[in-house]
T-cell receptor
Framework: DTEVTQTPKHLVMGMTNKKSLKCEQHMGHRAMYWYKQKAKKPPELMFVYSYEKLSINESVPSRFSPECPNSSLLNLHLHALQPEDSALYLC???????????FGSGTRLTVV | EDKVVQSPLSLVVHEGDTVTLNCSYEVTNFRSLLWYKQEKKAPTFLFMLTSSGIEKKSGRLSSILDKKELFSILNITATQTGDSAIYLCAVERDTSGTYKYIFGTGTRLKVLA
């Protein structure tokens, strides 16, 4: 299995909703990442997990809450989002430094 | 502040043309530079470069890194309409033992039939 699987592929949520994005990989990668990508912009790093521990938080608002329950799973919990949070959310994993990322296909989130 | 700059921002060519995409960077604790192709969804990996002057090739695509002048180029020869995409350059840096990638703005390539 050489894929990173993200679910759901599309999500529409209201500003008072609570939802979660899920990311799964079975390649034994020990680093996992959440990126946010707005239209026509490059991906922006949000969080890095290394060996299931949060190692980088790029000053992301607390309405985004990451969780890494085990080495294969990465979640992003969403609560009280704003319309400007609408974007493509990409999960990625890497074996180690310098091996490059494998990206998931992303979740396209719309906040209404 | 870390910076990765790609040029041109966009490019329109005809099938069969050769294109050169540029990526310059100013990043502390540089570890590697990667090129990705992004069509509709997730970026797909093209090349990883760590050493200066060693060309990586894959079919019609090739890339090289200059660590002295802090840039990389991605060449595509005999372009095809399927090469139309955004090409992203990402630089990996060491942040206190954790590695992260900083992406450039991308070059949007359109290849006309």
């Amino acid at each position: 299995d050489t894929e990173v699987t993200q679910t759901p592929k599309h999500l529409v949520m209201g500003m008072t909703n609570k939802k979660s994005l899920k990311c799964e990989q079975h390649m034994g990668h020990r680093a996992m990442y959440w990126y946010k990508q707005k239209a026509k912009k490059p991906p922006e790093l949000m969080f890095v997990y290394s060996y299931e521990k949060l190692s980088i938080n790029e000053s992301v608002p607390s309405r985004f809450s990451p969780e890494c329950p085990n080495s294969s799973l990465l979640n992003l919990h969403l609560h009280a989002l704003q319309p400007e949070d609408s974007a493509l959310y990409l999960c990625a994993s890497s074996q180690a430094s310098g091996y490059g990322y494998t990206f998931g296909s992303g979740t396209r989130l719309t906040v209404v | 502040e870390d910076k990765v700059v790609q040029s041109p921002l966009s490019l329109v060519v005809h099938e069969g043309d050769t294109v050169t995409l540029n990526c310059s960077y100013e990043v502390t604790n540089f570890r590697s530079l990667l090129w990705y192709k992004q069509e509709k969804k997730a970026p797909t990996f093209l090349f990883m470069l760590t050493s200066s002057g060693i060309e990586k090739k894959s079919g019609r695509l090739s890339s090289i890194l200059d660590k002295k002048e802090l840039f990389s180029i991605l060449n595509i020869t005999a372009t095809q309409t399927g090469d139309s995409a955004i090409y992203l350059c990402a630089v990996e840096r060491d942040t206190s033992g954790t590695y992260k990638y900083i992406f450039g703005t991308g070059t949007r390539l359109k290849v006309l039939a």
